[in-house]
T-cell receptor
Framework: EAQVTQNPRYLITVTGKKLTVTCSQNMNHEYMSWYRQDPGLGLRQIYYSMNVEVTDKGDVPEGYKVSRKEKRNFPLILESPSPNQTSLYFC????????????FGPGTRLLVL | QKEVEQNSGPLSVPEGAIASLNCTYSDRGSQSFFWYRQYSGKSPELIMFIYSNGDKEDGRFTAQLNKASQYVSLLIRDSQPSDSATYLCAVMRGTNAGKSTFGDGTTLTVKP
């Protein structure tokens, strides 16, 4: 089954404790992206990747890191989480740029205390 | 001004009516336009995409794009209660393909 998976689905952590949210897709897609969704602010892009070892900032990259060492994986790293990073996070992938369908993962709900 | 703005909701229509959702964008370099549907507690899923001026139809859904006026709309004909969801407009910039901007979404309720 073609899918984007994220782990963990739910996470409660404390300020400053490094965490990683994993994202994996099994569709051999070149393009992957991370978004956060907050009430009243919609979906905002954090980082995206056009292919292995190619990443770029979205609209809200501060406080986040990403890496793309393999085509299928695109982890999101919060090295020192803060309460304002409490949010719902979505990973997405697509077969190319310029408008191909983005498939979203199930989401990761993060609470930073 | 937000880069992508959607008409404020919530929007409520009776079953069988036409629901009209609107979106405007500020970046004239934008080339790809998308409508996603998101049910409460679920992930967004693509309904339509459009690249060229004019209308694009898919079943009960019609996307309309007017680049000169910088707006894109989604019409849902014969609305069903199952169409009740939040609809997100997204724009992908032509000069930096891969970077996507979403609107805040419009919540649609279709009443039986």
């Amino acid at each position: 089954e073609a899918q984007v998976t994220q782990n963990p689905r739910y996470l409660i952590t404390v300020t400053g404790k490094k965490l990683t949210v994993t994202c994996s897709q099994n569709m051999n897609h070149e393009y992957m992206s991370w978004y956060r969704q907050d009430p009243g602010l919609g979906l905002r892009q954090i980082y995206y990747s056009m292919n292995v070892e190619v990443t770029d900032k979205g609209d809200v990259p501060e406080g986040y890191k990403v890496s793309r060492k393999e085509k299928r994986n695109f982890p999101l790293i919060l090295e020192s989480p803060s309460p304002n990073q409490t949010s719902l996070y979505f990973c997405a992938s697509s077969s190319g740029t310029g408008g191909k369908t983005q498939y979203f993962g199930p989401g990761t709900r993060l609470l930073v205390l | 001004q937000k880069e992508v703005e959607q008409n404020s909701g919530p929007l409520s229509v009776p079953e069988g009516a036409i629901a009209s959702l609107n979106c405007t964008y500020s970046d004239r370099g934008s080339q790809s336009f998308f409508w996603y549907r998101q049910y409460s507690g679920k992930s967004p899923e693509l309904i339509m995409f459009i690249y060229s001026n004019g209308d694009k139809e898919d079943g009960r859904f019609t996307a309309q794009l007017n680049k000169a006026s910088q707006y894109v709309s989604l019409l849902i004909r014969d609305s069903q209660p199952s169409d009740s969801a939040t609809y997100l407009c997204a724009v992908m910039r032509g000069t930096n393909a891969g970077k996507s901007t979403f609107g805040d979404g419009t919540t649609l309720t279709v009443k039986p």
